[in-house]
């Protein structure tokens, strides 16, 4: 890191939530396009609850971090996927068609200390049973998380496919979540664009779809919440029967990126993150240039805890939610021994000691920035 560098990061940790908002969206902009509306809407988001404030500012998650959790930043990197949380995972079709699980979203893909997703993904829990949103009990709940991580390390990880796991997935209720019946509606309603977009856009998703110069109807899209501001784009189109699409989002680099203060376009780690883990991937979602590409379809979603059936087994979906860390984790292979040597070295309460300490920076944030 460059001196002026090393400056602008020292600044980043002297600023409060609300500058800390400011500098991230001014960095954004130099960046990419930013909405507006989008911004604005995401700030709504926001101040609603401090779930949805922690999905909206990994930008001071990565800020704070490493001065909260110092004793935690030294251990091992990895490729981790930085914005982990309870709502990170969702459902996608492999290249045999069959439907998967797993985490969906790799925006903030960054080589951080493994202990920072297991953080991030337990004080996301956390913050949801203190909201009611759990019944698991926050002991419980950080040791399911971390005994999946474990085993799954130790067996060299294992891709969730639905069709294979029926009966182990049914219990995390994920097998009864309902697609939105009014999927393809709801993205019909959406205007079409009548500007022309950078042939870059048009040729990136035009490569994806299974006909060269097939007609399709181009909408902009809101989605996401960390993701808000970010340009989307969707090609909708009727192809042998029924409905098709097509989004492209225009990436911006983890906001690990902003508090090293580098400025620079498009996302260098999100292929690789999908890539390396281990998983049974989406054949249809992958980067072009500054641009991520994905099918979108009713059962290809994220998927939000707390729409799955009260049914579930929290316990067990907690454990899939650890295992499923480490199959992105297991992506840097070199790093496995140590991380399991690592664990060994640290005291049992380690990850509620992190977590708990997290949890009441991202509230006394929340508690500043709804008020102001």
């Given at each position: 890191?460059?001196?002026?560098?090393?400056?602008?990061?020292?600044?980043?940790?002297?600023?409060?939530?609300?500058?800390?908002?400011?500098?991230y969206?001014?960095?954004?902009?130099?960046?990419t396009?930013?909405?507006?509306?989008?911004?604005?809407?995401k700030?709504?988001?926001?101040?609603?609850?401090?779930?949805?404030?922690?999905?909206?500012?990994?930008?001071?998650?990565?800020?704070?971090?490493?001065?909260?959790?110092?004793?935690?930043?030294?251990?091992?990197?990895?490729?981790?996927?930085?914005d982990?949380?309870?709502?990170?995972?969702?459902?996608?079709?492999?290249a045999?068609g069959?439907?998967?699980?797993?985490?969906?979203?790799f925006?903030?893909?960054?080589?951080?200390?493994?202990?920072?997703?297991?953080?991030?993904?337990?004080?996301?829990?956390?913050?949801?049973i203190?909201?009611?949103?759990?019944?698991?009990?926050?002991k419980d709940?950080?040791?399911?998380i971390?005994?999946?991580y474990?085993?799954?390390?130790?067996?060299?990880?294992?891709?969730?496919?639905?069709?294979?796991?029926?009966?182990?997935?049914?219990?995390?209720?994920v097998?009864?979540?309902?697609?939105?019946?009014?999927?393809?509606?709801?993205?019909?309603r959406?205007?079409?664009?009548?500007?022309?977009?950078?042939?870059?856009?048009?040729?990136?998703?035009?490569?994806?779809?299974?006909?060269?110069r097939?007609?399709y109807?181009?909408?902009?899209?809101?989605?996401?919440?960390?993701?808000?501001?970010?340009?989307?784009?969707?090609?909708?189109?009727?192809?042998?029967?029924?409905?098709?699409?097509?989004e492209?989002?225009?990436?911006?680099?983890?906001?690990?990126?902003?508090?090293?203060?580098k400025?620079?376009?498009?996302?260098?780690?999100?292929?690789?993150?999908?890539?390396?883990?281990?998983?049974?991937?989406?054949?249809?979602?992958?980067?072009?240039?500054?641009?991520?590409?994905?099918?979108?379809?009713?059962?290809?979603?994220?998927?939000?805890?707390?729409?799955?059936?009260?049914?579930?087994?929290?316990?067990?979906?907690?454990?899939?939610?650890?295992?499923?860390?480490?199959?992105?984790?297991?992506?840097?292979?070199?790093?496995?021994?140590?991380?399991?040597?690592?664990?060994?070295?640290?005291?049992?309460?380690?990850?509620?000691?992190?977590?708990?300490?997290?949890?009441?920076?991202?509230e006394?944030?929340?508690?500043?920035?709804r008020?102001?």
């Amino acid at each position: 890191m460059t001196k002026q560098n090393t400056q602008k990061s020292v600044r980043h940790e002297m600023l409060d939530i609300t500058h800390a908002t400011a500098s991230y969206e001014g960095w954004m902009r130099d960046c990419t396009a930013v909405i507006s509306s989008d911004i604005q809407s995401k700030h709504q988001q926001m101040r609603e609850s401090p779930f949805l404030f922690l999905r909206g500012t990994f930008y001071r998650w990565a800020q704070v971090w490493p001065s909260v959790c110092a004793d935690l930043r030294g251990a091992p990197k990895v490729l981790a996927v930085g914005d982990l949380h309870v709502n990170s995972f969702g459902t996608w079709r492999d290249a045999e068609g069959r439907l998967c699980w797993g985490v969906d979203d790799f925006d903030e893909s960054w080589p951080l200390a493994y202990t920072n997703d297991l953080v991030r993904l337990a004080a996301s829990m956390k913050i949801v049973i203190d909201a009611e949103g759990l019944s698991i009990r926050f002991k419980d709940g950080c040791d399911a998380i971390l005994e999946g991580y474990v085993q799954s390390l130790k067996d060299g990880g294992y891709p969730f496919v639905m069709e294979e796991h029926e009966q182990r997935l049914g219990k995390l209720g994920v097998n009864s979540f309902k697609p939105p019946k009014d999927f393809w509606e709801k993205l019909n309603r959406l205007p079409a664009i009548r500007n022309s977009l950078d042939h870059k856009v048009t040729r990136a998703v035009e490569k994806t779809l299974p006909e060269p110069r097939m007609e399709y109807k181009l909408v902009r899209r809101q989605a996401g919440l960390g993701s808000l501001g970010q340009e989307r784009f969707v090609a909708i189109a009727n192809w042998e029967g029924g409905f098709i699409a097509r989004e492209a989002k225009a990436m911006v680099p983890s906001s690990c990126a902003w508090v090293e203060g580098k400025v620079k376009r498009g996302q260098s780690y999100y292929q690789q993150a999908i890539g390396s883990a281990v998983r049974s991937r989406d054949p249809f979602q992958v980067t072009d240039g500054s641009w991520l590409i994905r099918r979108l379809s009713p059962d290809s979603n994220p998927i939000d805890i707390q729409d799955l059936p009260k049914h579930r087994d929290e316990e067990m979906l907690l454990h899939a939610m650890g295992r499923e860390a480490a199959n992105v984790h297991l992506g840097t292979k070199r790093q496995t021994a140590n991380i399991l040597k690592d664990l060994r070295k640290r005291g049992a309460n380690w990850l509620r000691v992190g977590v708990s300490q997290m949890a009441r920076v991202v509230e006394k944030d929340w508690d500043r920035y709804r008020k102001r």
